[in-house]
């Protein structure tokens, strides 16, 4: 049949044929190529251009880079959205504009540094060496050649020293330094009192119309921030521990297996009576311990004997007590004794480096001595929570794949694993959780675009190594703002305190005022009764009001011999009125180190200005074009 077609298929008819076929192919070939299939363009700068797939790729690796940067704090909702979609697409124009740059000035990454940087990665090393195989299987890994990686290396190197190439070439003057050390230094002699707004504030004055005006003046203070209602399945090893089925035989394997764990060390009470070198030779001290021993087994109180004749003076008032001994804690032969005494049995004179002992034990605990009958309930909780362990792993990854498949409800994956799904009451992005789970990845993930957005099913989160959690989003509300008549004291309080801040700085301004017509701020303050102090502060003075000391340095320092006044609002809303007297500037050249670190530190903060405002030159001269935001 093909073989007919074939022969027959000859002359304009076939060729006629052809081309009728050929047509829709190549429509289709040139819409794919004018751009419904092809990737699309977001930005182009200076002719290079930024598609959809690099921006994506490069948002997905930025949050990464943060999530493995910030651990628990990381905060899914602080990288997702259009301001961060532009922050990541303006990170990737200006590496364009400075590769381009770099390009344009000939500057370029040797085999040598690329060698050597690539040998200093600390993952591409085994024991401290570089390793080949490392580094080209984590090259594979990540869907590349070990070409196309060392051009990635080459393009950051270039990029490195362009930016190191301009910021360093910063310098600083010794008169630019002097300058910086005599208003940084700068020291200013002030006083100051305080005017309370509190005698200003009377609720009575505030009209309907001011709590109105301060109620939509001020919405933020009186929003209900965006709060969600989540469903959860928590599972963990507790949880697990019950559906381990358990028998005697087995409890009684894992007992010998594990006949170690249900045991502690064996530990003995001692007191002891010590003759030592105080009581004369060797056969004197054995001599008198001998007698003593002679008297315990005649009924003597050990504790009494102890206090009024043993050379040890830690123990000898205690009646000899030494407390809890276990083995390695004491010389050889006073561990053996002690470890072979019954309980309340006397030992004879037990020669040491320190004298002769007579030692007693008036307790016992651990050891080994306990059956399996009397270990039984610690055997099987221990049994429960081993095999739940390993139940534990097989759940996490049915439970993974059942939250998967189902995005849009927790109840197929509750049914599979028969666990119960429990719900939370509203939480925001700041608190609300259940202590279950009360986590920064339920928070994160609750406010993620996939849960909150999109209502799928959070993946599962890891609160524990043996603890996990999804969470989906029953119910969601947006930021609000309060009714004003649900609120109303509130907001008649808060425009009374607003009120009561303006009159105490219109008196403020008044005593100022006052202040320049020659009267003294200290007889003001006493004669109204307000917080008076005089002080010399520096910009890091910490024993005055952080308003008081950046109002008294933004002001311009008065002539010698004259004063200059200020004023400004605390942040509880009272009135500080200054009075500055003095000043003392700063002078470089008495602490050379000192000097030598602000040099230094200057230079750093120029020369990242300096880079910046190269890089916003080049952003103006370039033909840049964002084509989708």
């Keep these: 049949m093909l073989q007919a077609i074939r022969d027959k298929a000859q002359g304009w008819i076939a060729w006629a044929i052809v081309i009728l076929i050929s047509i829709p192919f190549a429509l289709f070939g040139i819409q794919e190529y004018l751009g419904s299939g092809a990737d699309p363009v977001v930005a182009e700068v200076a002719g290079i251009e930024i598609t959809e797939s690099e921006l994506e790729n490069s948002m997905r690796d930025f949050r990464e880079s943060m999530r493995i940067s910030l651990g628990d704090a990381y905060r899914q909702e602080l990288f997702e959205g259009e301001a961060f979609r532009a922050q990541v697409l303006d990170r990737l124009i200006n590496e364009r504009l400075l590769r381009h740059a770099a390009e344009d000035w000939n500057m370029r990454g040797s085999d040598a540094q690329v060698l050597a940087y690539i040998q200093s990665i600390p993952s591409f090393q085994n024991q401290g060496r570089f390793d080949p195989a490392i580094y080209e299987a984590a090259v594979r890994n990540r869907g590349m050649s070990s070409a196309g990686f060392e051009d990635l290396v080459r393009q950051e190197l270039v990029l490195r020293q362009l930016q190191s190439g301009v910021s360093s070439s910063s310098f600083t003057t010794g008169s630019e330094l002097q300058e910086q050390v005599r208003l940084s230094d700068q020291q200013r002699s002030i006083e100051f009192a305080r005017i309370p707004m509190s005698a200003f504030n009377d609720v009575q004055q505030v009209s309907a119309a001011d709590a109105e005006r301060h109620y939509e003046n001020n919405p933020g203070d009186y929003r209900v921030p965006e709060r969600v209602k989540l469903a959860y399945l928590s599972l963990n090893v507790e949880g697990l521990m019950p559906l381990v089925e358990v028998d005697e035989q087995r409890l009684r394997e894992y007992y010998e297996e594990h006949r170690s764990e249900f045991f502690v060390e064996e530990e003995r009470k001692v007191r002891h009576i010590l003759i030592g070198p105080e009581v004369g030779t060797e056969e004197d001290q054995q001599a008198r311990a001998l007698d003593l021993l002679e008297q315990l087994r005649g009924g003597a109180d ?23 001994v276990n083995r390695g804690a004491m010389v050889k032969p006073f561990e053996d004794s002690a470890f072979s005494l019954d309980l309340d049995a006397l030992s004879g004179p037990v020669k040491t480096d320190f004298g002769y002992h007579i030692l007693q034990v008036t307790a016992i605990r651990g050891g080994t001595d306990a059956t399996f009958e009397q270990m039984l309930p610690q055997v099987e909780e221990a049994y429960r929570r081993f095999q739940a362990e390993d139940l534990f792993y097989d759940y996490h990854e049915r439970l993974a794949n059942a939250a998967y498949e189902n995005p849009d409800s927790l109840v197929p994956a509750a049914e599979t694993l028969d666990l119960k799904a429990e719900q939370t009451d509203w939480i925001t992005r700041e608190s609300g959780l259940p202590m279950a789970i009360d986590h920064p990845k339920v928070l994160n993930a609750a406010f993620s675009e996939d849960v909150l957005v999109n209502g799928n099913n959070s993946d599962v989160l890891d609160l524990e190594p043996t603890e996990s959690v999804v969470v989906r989003v029953l119910q969601h509300e947006p930021e609000t703002i309060k009714p004003f008549d649900s609120v109303r004291e509130e907001v008649m309080k808060a425009t009374a ?24 701020l200290a007889g003001i ?103 989708r935001e």
Excluded: C, H
């Design 302 to 324: 050990f504790a009494q004997l102890a206090k009024d004749n043993s050379n040890d003076p830690g123990s000898a008032a205690n009646g000899g007590d030494l407390g809890w």
């Design 497 to 520: 305190a607003e009120m009561a801040s303006e009159q105490a700085a219109s008196k403020g301004a008044e005593v100022i005022e006052e202040l320049r017509a020659g009267r003294v």
């Design 525 to 627: 303050a006493d004669g109204n009764d307000w917080v008076y102090k005089d002080a010399e502060i520096s910009r890091n003075s910490t024993d005055v009001p952080a308003e008081v000391i950046d109002a008294t340095f933004a002001v311009t320092p008065p002539k010698d011999g004259e004063k200059a006044y200020t004023g400004v609002v605390s942040a509880e809303g009272d009135y500080f009125v200054i009075a500055i007297n003095a000043v003392e500037n700063g002078e470089a050249g008495a602490n050379a180190a000192a000097d030598k670190i602000r040099q230094e530190r200057m230079e750093s903060l120029m020369g990242s200005a300096e880079f910046d405002g190269m890089l916003q030159g080049l952003r103006a001269r370039s033909d840049l074009e964002i084509l």
